[in-house]
């Protein structure tokens, strides 16, 4: 095989799975818990450094002097004040939490950003990403008569396809930074969702019926190979499927029983962090933050997720 063709497959394996929804063994996505400590509205902020920061990383704002850390902190409030009104609502403060939370899926996406962008204009066009990914087996469809159906090449350029337009929101069929994470990462986005849950039903639906049934729900995660009687773990998920996952007991899952299943409405941590956040910051008490309330706080600030694990003090703020 020339090295040119592997190196191309091997990029388009690599697509394959960021494009792909979770995998079997991660089919339920959840909110992060920011912190496994208890929440005490006390002045250690031990839950805030360690929610936001972990608790190997809870002390890496000590590297700052308070001087430098208020100046630090101060630029990153002007970065949260997303309508620039001088003010930090719970919204916003939530808003920046879930970003942060998200990072490494913004780095993910910027390492890969150049390899689809191929006319460098800052942009990702449907037409880039299927020749980047798709190219090699547009132009030699010969070459893979035989790929097997997970990777079928000729039903995954379709399922490409359909997730890149839900993600282009205006439509123009060019994915800004944004739209293309999205695309690569559904199940972070409120507006992906009936993609990631579509798409799971695709991938367990063998029968093609429409719904997934309790052998298909099992054959997701667990392969019978031999004749031999199922593990008590697998008898434990056919119950969780008649019991929690079959919600209107007709013996299989339709698209919204699904959704309840991979898309569980967790407890939002975040919520819950920036309400706290703000409550023991307000001193006016007008339901948001100014920026010298903030600042007046910062010892809160400094170590809460709202400055990413401590990097955000320690970065140039315009990288965030």
Not at 8 to 27: A, D, I, Y
Not at 136 to 141: D, E
Not at 166 to 177: F, I, P, V, Y
Request: aromatic share 10%; with cysteine.
């Amino acid at each position: 095989m020339e090295v040119s063709t592997y190196l191309w497959l091997l990029s388009l394996c690599t697509s394959l799975v960021q494009g792909k929804p979770t995998l079997r063994k991660e089919r339920v996505h959840h909110e992060p818990e920011l912190s496994r400590q208890t929440h005490e509205d006390n002045q250690s902020y031990q839950y805030d450094h360690e929610a936001f920061l972990g608790k190997e990383e809870a002390t890496t704002f000590d590297q700052l002097t308070p001087e430098e850390s208020k100046a630090r902190l101060g630029k990153i409030v002007e970065r949260i004040d997303s309508n620039v009104d001088g003010f930090i609502t719970t919204d916003e403060l939530k808003a920046w939490i879930k970003r942060v939370q998200k990072r490494y899926v913004y780095e993910n996406v910027a390492k890969v950003w150049t390899d689809y962008d191929l006319n460098k204009d800052n942009k990702i066009s449907w037409d880039e990403y299927k020749q980047a990914t798709y190219g090699y087996y547009l132009a030699n469809p010969e070459e893979f008569e035989d790929a097997t159906d997970q990777f079928s090449f000729k039903k995954m350029l379709p399922r490409d396809e359909r997730r890149f337009k839900t993600a282009d929101l205006d439509g123009n069929l060019a994915a800004d930074k944004e739209e293309f994470t999205a695309f690569l990462h559904p199940e972070e986005f409120a507006h992906m969702q009936e993609i990631v849950v579509l798409e799971t039903l695709e991938d367990i639906d063998k029968n093609g019926d429409g719904h997934v049934d309790e052998d298909e729900y099992i054959a997701d995660m667990f392969a019978h190979e031999d004749a031999g009687p199922e593990p008590d773990w697998v008898r434990t998920e056919r119950d969780q499927f008649s019991d929690f996952r079959d919600l209107n007991k007709d013996g299989k899952m339709d698209l919204e029983e699904i959704r309840h299943w991979i898309l569980p409405q967790d407890y939002d941590h975040a919520q819950a962090e920036a309400r706290h956040l703000v409550y023991e910051s307000d001193t006016d008490k007008d339901q948001m933050l100014s920026k010298e309330e903030i600042l007046e706080n910062w010892n809160m600030f400094v170590g809460s997720q709202a400055t990413n694990y401590g990097e955000d003090l320690t970065r140039n703020h315009d990288e965030l």
